[in-house]
């Protein structure tokens, strides 16, 4: 397997259902505003749609600690990912109100991880690397600069695993698979038919690239 797959923002049963099928280690549901947001109930069902072979992703904006916490409780979560620019002390107290792993996004504007996300590393459980935008926070389609961030990530790889997600596609991120080596790909618009609805050829393909197993 090149790297595991995420599948990002799900807004139906099926799609959810769909990322289980084809071997998705990880299906994520929304709660930060944008098109794909979905309530704690919602993806409670959505999430329950993959079975228990997926571990299950909630992606939060600037919520209080005790909200996050209610949420991952209603939603079944396993993981919480922090995307408006966490710091060591979000993660922190995050902690005390969930049990499950906790994942840090480090957004990118340039070319380069910013130095003051270097302490992330060592205390979140996973670094997503994604593309900044001032619309929304995640779900651009907009490619990060693989070939700088290498360096990057050599130098600030600590124990987290690392998450890489920006415009991925199913031509893409074999060469993104290959040039940083994450852990994980995560995938939200890169197989939309429109925002929040996956396109199941799409699933399949990205599956097929990112792990180099096809599926039918």
């Not at 595991?4 to 049963?13: L, Q």
């Not at 990118?108 to 590393?121: C, N, T, V």
């Not at 961030?149 to 130098?155: E, G, P, T, Y």
Request: glycine share 10%; with cysteine; hydrophobic share 45%.
């Amino acid at each position: 397997m090149l790297a595991k797959v995420k599948f990002c923002g799900m807004t139906r049963p099926q799609d959810a259902a769909l990322a289980a099928e084809i071997g998705a280690s990880y299906v994520g549901v929304v709660f930060a505003d944008g098109p794909r947001r979905v309530d704690p109930g919602t993806g409670r069902r959505i999430l329950d749609a993959a079975g228990s072979t997926v571990k299950r992703v909630g992606v939060f904006a600037t919520n209080e600690p005790e909200e996050i916490g209610r949420a991952a409780e209603t939603a079944g979560l396993d993981v919480v990912q922090l995307h408006a620019d966490p710091s060591t002390s979000d993660v922190k107290a995050i902690r005390g109100k969930f049990r499950g792993e906790i994942w840090a996004a480090i957004r990118i504007a340039g070319s380069h991880i910013p130095s003051a996300a270097e302490l992330l590393f060592d205390t979140a459980d996973a670094i997503v690397l994604d593309a900044r935008s001032d619309k929304r926070l995640g779900g651009t389609g907009r490619a990060l600069p693989w070939t700088d961030l290498a360096v990057d990530l050599a130098r600030d790889r600590g124990s987290s695993a690392v998450v890489l997600a920006g415009g991925l596609k199913p031509d893409n991120v074999v060469s993104a698979i290959r040039t940083l080596s994450p852990d994980v790909v995560d995938v939200s618009s890169g197989v939309e038919s429109s925002p929040g609805i996956k396109d199941p050829w799409l699933m399949r393909e990205f599956y097929a690239a990112a792990t180099g197993r096809r599926v039918g």
